[in-house]
């Protein structure tokens, strides 16, 4: 069991900046693929980036290539989205996510395949 807990949500103007971050207890984060996933309201969650257990790959979403960056530090099981150069349409409920599962890359796209969630931290991108 993994309880997952975002932080570093808010409003911020467009162009700006925030970091993420998800802190984990329970079990060791290295054993789990970790993932950001976002939902906006009438929308779907949808994929916004994630990161192998060692921290040596990642994805995006083509949305927000270029500008967000996912990292993790499994030394203080802690994951993090970098975002940058934020728009308006980045608003969302921005919510971690951790897998024990295996797939390929594009499995790892998909919330279903995901075990564990937090809460959700909002970001809000003021035009």
């Known amino acids: 069991q993994v309880q997952l807990v975002e932080s570093g949500g808010g409003l911020v103007q467009a162009g700006g900046s925030l970091r993420l971050s998800c802190a984990a207890s329970g079990r060791t984060l290295s054993s789990y693929v970790m993932g950001w996933f976002r939902q906006a309201p009438g929308k779907e969650r949808e994929f916004v980036a994630t990161?192998?257990?060692?921290?040596?790959?990642?994805t995006y979403a083509d949305s927000v290539k270029g500008r967000c960056t996912i990292a993790r530090d499994n030394a203080n099981n802690t994951v993090y989205l970098q975002m940058k150069s934020l728009k308006p349409e980045d608003t969302a409920v921005y919510y971690c996510?951790?897998?024990?599962?295996?797939?390929?890359?594009?499995?790892?796209?998909?919330?279903?395949?995901?075990?564990?969630w937090g809460q959700g931290t909002q970001v809000t991108v003021s035009s």
């Open positions: 990161i192998n257990r060692s921290g040596g790959i990642t």
């Open positions: 996510a951790a897998t024990s599962q295996w797939g390929n890359t594009a499995f790892y796209y998909y919330p279903i395949n995901y075990d564990y």
